[in-house]
Structure formats: structure tokens, C-alpha cells
């Protein structure tokens, strides 16, 4: 075996070195890759969590309202009871706008008869702080509950 030139040698090195070096700024590549896809990712989280938390908060509410207006005697103090029910319900919620639609119609039936009493809450959730693209600045929120008003109870 005759040994290496000294020439080879480093070549050899170099070679070595320069493949070393080109891996250097790889991990601040993917940084900048990697990052701005990681906030995104959590910016989703956040949106998700801020319109489903607000949907239940909604459905609670509508609930809630339907409950107070069924136990009213009339149809005045129905609408009155629920929507001020609704409305410190609404008062800690993160809807940019809001509207409150009772339907106590069936307080004019006749003794006897089963009804229900009805809430839609609508909310308009604002998205805009959150940036993302593609996605609209709000979200529109609608539910709706019903609970039955007692058929053998007296109403006015």
C-alpha cells in the first residue's frame, strides 16, 4: 500500500469541511419556515376556541330565556323576562352585535292546549384580531331554544 499524497489529504478535509459548512443556517431556514406556520396553527386554535366557547354561551342563553319567558303569565311579561334574561347573558359574551327574537305566540292558545315559547339569539363574533388569512373578520352565531309553557296554568 503506498500512503496518500499530501495533496489528497486536503482535498479530502476540505471537502469535509465545506460539507460541514453548507448545513450551517439550516436551522434558521426552517425557523423561518416553520414559525410563521406554528402561529398559524395556534391562531386557528384561538379562533376555534373563541367561536365554539360563544355557540355554547349562545345556546345557554337561548335556554335560559326560553325557561324565564315560559313561566310568565302573558305574553308581554314573556318577551319582557327573556330578553333581560338574555341580555346579562349576553353582557360578558364577545359579540360585536346581537339580537333577541321571542316567540311567545303561544300564550294566546286556549287552557289545555301544550305550547312552546321560543328564543333565537343571533351574535356576530368578531375574527379580525386574529389575522388569518382567508378567513372572514366575523362569524355569524344563531341558536334557538323552546321550552313549554304549562298547558293547565292560567295566562292573561
Known amino acids: 500500500m503506498s500512503p496518500v ?30 414559525l410563521p406556520a406554528f402561529a398559524l396553527f395556534i391562531a386557528l386554535i384561538v379562533m376555534g ?3 365554539e366557547v360563544t355557540r355554547q354561551a349562545i345556546e345557554a342563553a337561548a335556554y335560559d330565556g326560553a325557561r324565564t319567558a315560559s313561566l310568565q303569565r302573558t305574553r308581554t311579561d314573556a318577551a319582557t323576562a327573556a330578553r333581560a334574561q338574555v341580555a346579562t347573558r349576553l353582557a360578558a359574551l364577545p359579540c360585536s ?9 303561544g300564550y294566546d292558545a286556549p287552557l ?4 312552546l315559547v321560543g328564543v333565537t339569539i343571533t351574535c356576530r ?13 366575523h362569524r355569524l352565531i344563531t341558536e334557538t331554544a323552546y321550552s313549554p ?3 293547565y296554568r292560567e295566562r292573561r
Do not use: F, K, N, Y
Open 5 to 34: 499524497p499530501s495533496s489528497q489529504l486536503t482535498s479530502q478535509a476540505m471537502h469535509r469541511c465545506r460539507r460541514s459548512r453548507d448545513d450551517r443556517g439550516s436551522v434558521a431556514i426552517e425557523a423561518v419556515v416553520g
Open 49 to 51: 376556541g373563541r367561536v
Open 97 to 105: 352585535t346581537s339580537s333577541v327574537v321571542v316567540d311567545a305566540s
Open 112 to 115: 289545555g292546549t301544550t305550547v
Open 125 to 137: 363574533v368578531g375574527l379580525a384580531d386574529l389575522s388569518l388569512p382567508g378567513v372572514p373578520g
Open 149 to 151: 309553557v304549562d298547558a
